[in-house]
C-alpha cells in the first residue's frame, strides 16, 4: 500500500474528503506518541481535519509507512519539539520510558487516550498516573471511549462523544477546541478524578442491559417449563407418548412469543405505575421508589429483547413446516383421511382464525421493528421530541394492543376447552394476558377526560394542597388580589 493510500481511512473505499473539517485550524502542530494502530487511526482523523501531524516513534524508519503521507513520522524527541499539544497513545507500562523527554515535555499539554484491561485495575487512573510522572505538563484525560473505527471512518458512523477531564481548564479547552474541529462533540466531565470513571466505561460489557437480559431470561424459563409441563410431560404421563422431540423447536417456538409479549407490556407498565403516583400524592416533585426509577431508566432495553424474541418467533414460526416431524404427521393425517374416507377436512372458522392470526401478528412484527430502528442513536437524533414521542408512546400502544389481537387470535375459543386445561393449567397465552390487558384498560382509564386533564396540570408543576395566589378583574375595573387552594 503506498503512502499515499494512507491519507485515506481504512474503512470505506471512498475519498476523505467528505470527512474533513470544513474549517481546518490553519496547519497548527499535533504530536502523537505512539505508532500502534490508535496512533495510526488518530493520526488519519487529525491530517483530515486540517492538523499538521508529527507522529513520534522509537523506530520511525520502519512505521513510516503505516502513516499518511501528510504526516511526519521521526523520533519521540524531535516530535515533542515540533508539537504543543501531544497525544500519548502507549500503554501505561510505557509511560517511563517518556521521562528522559520530561525537560522538552515541560508547559506541554499531553493528552492520554490510554485504557486499563480490567476495571480498577490501579488505584490510579492511568491519566493521574502520567501527571505524577510530568508535574510539568498540563495531563488531558480523553478520546479513550471512540474506537479506532470511528477515527477513521468519521464522528458520522461511530459515537461523537468525547469525554474529557483535567485539572487545567486552559488545557482542556484546547483539547475540546481539537475535538470539534475533528468532528466529535467533547463533553467536560470536570477535574481529573474522573478520569478513573472515564477509562472504566470502555471496559464495562452492557451495564445497562443486566437486569433487562435477566429478566429476559427469568420468563423465559418460567414460561419454557411450563410449556414443557403441557406439551411434553402431560402427554407422557397421560398417553405415554414421547413428545421429547418438540422441544428443541414446538417448545421454544411457544415460550418466545409469550416473552415478547410480556416484555412488551413491561415496557409500558412502569409510565402506568408512575402516572398513578404522581395521580395519588397530587404532585410531579416526589421522587419515584428507586425500584421504579430503574424500571423506567430501562425501558428501551426491554423493549428491543421484545423485538428480539418476536423476531425469533417468526423465525422459528417459519421453520416449522422444514421439520421432519411436521412431514411425518401431515402424511399420517392424509392416510388416516383417506382410510375414513373424508374428502374434505376444510374447517371454515379455524382458516379465518389462522388467516386473521397471521395477518395481525405481522402487523404486529412490524410495528415493533420501527420502534426498535427509531430507538437507536442516530434514528432518534433525526427525530423532534413530538416525532420520537408519537412512535414510541403511541405507536408503541398500538402495537401492544395488535399484540393483544394476536394473542387472543391464537386463542380463539380454546380458552374454554377443557382439554386444553393440562394438569388443570390454563393455556399459556391466557397468563400472558394478564399484565398487557391491565396496561391497556389503564392507558384507557388515563384517557378520560377528566383523569387526563388532572394528570396533564401536575406534569406542569400543579400540586394538590398548595396554594397559589390569582389575581381577577373587579367590577370596578381595577384588579383585586387572594388565594385560593389548588386543590379545587
Given at each position: 500500500m503506498s503512502r499515499g493510500d494512507m491519507a485515506k481511512p481504512l474503512l470505506g473505499h471512498?475519498?476523505?474528503?467528505?470527512?474533513?473539517?470544513?474549517?481546518?485550524?490553519?496547519?497548527?502542530?499535533?504530536?502523537?506518541?505512539?505508532?500502534?494502530?490508535?496512533?495510526?487511526s488518530l493520526a488519519i482523523r487529525l491530517v483530515c481535519s486540517g492538523f499538521k501531524v508529527v507522529v513520534g516513534s522509537r523506530n520511525p524508519k520502519r512505521k513510516a509507512s503505516l502513516f499518511p503521507a501528510a504526516a511526519e513520522v521521526t523520533s519521540q524527541a524531535e516530535a515533542v519539539k515540533k508539537a504543543d499539544v501531544i497525544f500519548v497513545a502507549v500503554f501505561r507500562e510505557h509511560y517511563s520510558t517518556l521521562c528522559d523527554l520530561a525537560d522538552v515535555l515541560a508547559g506541554k499539554i499531553l493528552v492520554d487516550v490510554s485504557n486499563n484491561t480490567e476495571i480498577n485495575h490501579h488505584k490510579e487512573s492511568n491519566a493521574e498516573y502520567l501527571a505524577s510522572l510530568f508535574p510539568a505538563c498540563a495531563v488531558v484525560k480523553?478520546?479513550?471511549?471512540?474506537?479506532?473505527?470511528?477515527?477513521?471512518?468519521?464522528?458520522?458512523?461511530?459515537?461523537?462523544?468525547?469525554l474529557i477531564c483535567s485539572n487545567n481548564q486552559e488545557a482542556k479547552r484546547t483539547v475540546a477546541e481539537i475535538t470539534q474541529v475533528m468532528g466529535f462533540t467533547p463533553v467536560d466531565m470536570g477535574c481529573m478524578s474522573s478520569a478513573c470513571e472515564i477509562e472504566n466505561i470502555p471496559l464495562r460489557l452492557l451495564p445497562a442491559w443486566k437486569?433487562?437480559?435477566?429478566?429476559?431470561?427469568?420468563?423465559?424459563?418460567?414460561?419454557?417449563?411450563?410449556?414443557?409441563?403441557?406439551?411434553?410431560i402431560h402427554p407422557y404421563i397421560r398417553e405415554q407418548k414421547n413428545k421429547l422431540y418438540k422441544i428443541p423447536i414446538e417448545v421454544v417456538n411457544t415460550t418466545l412469543p409469550c416473552v415478547s409479549y410480556v416484555m412488551l407490556s413491561l415496557v409500558y407498565l412502569p409510565g402506568v405505575l408512575a402516572a398513578c403516583s404522581?395521580?395519588?400524592?397530587?404532585?410531579?416533585?416526589?421522587?419515584?421508589?428507586?425500584?421504579?426509577?430503574?424500571?423506567?431508566?430501562?425501558?428501551?432495553?426491554?423493549?428491543?429483547?421484545?423485538?428480539?424474541?418476536?423476531?425469533?418467533?417468526?423465525?422459528?414460526?417459519?421453520?416449522?413446516?422444514?421439520?421432519?416431524?411436521?412431514?411425518?404427521?401431515?402424511?399420517?393425517?392424509?392416510?388416516?383421511?383417506a382410510v375414513e374416507k373424508k374428502m374434505t377436512i376444510w374447517v371454515e372458522e379455524e382458516v379465518w382464525r389462522m388467516e386473521i392470526y397471521i395477518s395481525v401478528g405481522i402487523i404486529a412484527l412490524g410495528l415493533l421493528?420501527?420502534?426498535?430502528?427509531?430507538?437507536?442513536?442516530?434514528?432518534?437524533?433525526?427525530?423532534?421530541?413530538?416525532?420520537?414521542?408519537?412512535?414510541?408512546?403511541?405507536?408503541?400502544?398500538?402495537?401492544?394492543?395488535?399484540?393483544?389481537?394476536?394473542?387472543?387470535?391464537?386463542?380463539?375459543?380454546?380458552?374454554?376447552?377443557?382439554?386444553?386445561?393440562?394438569?388443570?393449567?390454563?393455556?399459556?397465552?391466557?397468563?400472558?394476558l394478564l399484565v398487557p390487558c391491565t396496561v391497556i384498560i389503564a392507558k384507557i382509564i388515563f384517557s378520560l377526560p377528566c383523569i387526563q386533564h388532572r394528570l396533564l396540570r401536575i406534569r406542569r408543576g400543579w400540586e394538590k394542597g398548595r396554594y397559589v395566589k390569582f389575581v381577577l378583574p373587579s367590577t370596578t375595573g381595577e384588579f383585586s388580589s387572594g388565594e385560593t387552594s389548588s386543590n379545587v
Open positions: 471512498g475519498s476523505t474528503e467528505g470527512d474533513c473539517s470544513p474549517a481546518p485550524p490553519a496547519g497548527r502542530a499535533v504530536g502523537v506518541l505512539g505508532s500502534g494502530d490508535f496512533a495510526r480523553g478520546f479513550n471511549v471512540v474506537s479506532a473505527w470511528t477515527l477513521q471512518s468519521g464522528a458520522r458512523d461511530g459515537n461523537k462523544q468525547v437486569i433487562p437480559i435477566f429478566l429476559a431470561l427469568g420468563l423465559f424459563v418460567c414460561f419454557f417449563t411450563y410449556n414443557l409441563i403441557r406439551q411434553v404522581q395521580l395519588y400524592y397530587g404532585t410531579k416533585y416526589r421522587r419515584f421508589p428507586d425500584w421504579l426509577d430503574q424500571w423506567l431508566q430501562h425501558r428501551k432495553q426491554i423493549g428491543l429483547l421484545s423485538f428480539f424474541c418476536a423476531a425469533l418467533h417468526a423465525v422459528y414460526s417459519l421453520c416449522l413446516p422444514m421439520r421432519r416431524s411436521h412431514r411425518y404427521l401431515l402424511i399420517d393425517t392424509a392416510v388416516k383421511q421493528s420501527l420502534l426498535a430502528i427509531t430507538s437507536l442513536p442516530s434514528i432518534a437524533n433525526s427525530l423532534n421530541w413530538r416525532e420520537f414521542s408519537f412512535i414510541q408512546s403511541s405507536l408503541g400502544f398500538i402495537a401492544l394492543v395488535i399484540s393483544t389481537l394476536h394473542t387472543l387470535t391464537y386463542g380463539w375459543s380454546r380458552a374454554f376447552d377443557e382439554s386444553q386445561y393440562k394438569f388443570y393449567l390454563p393455556p399459556t397465552y391466557t397468563l400472558t
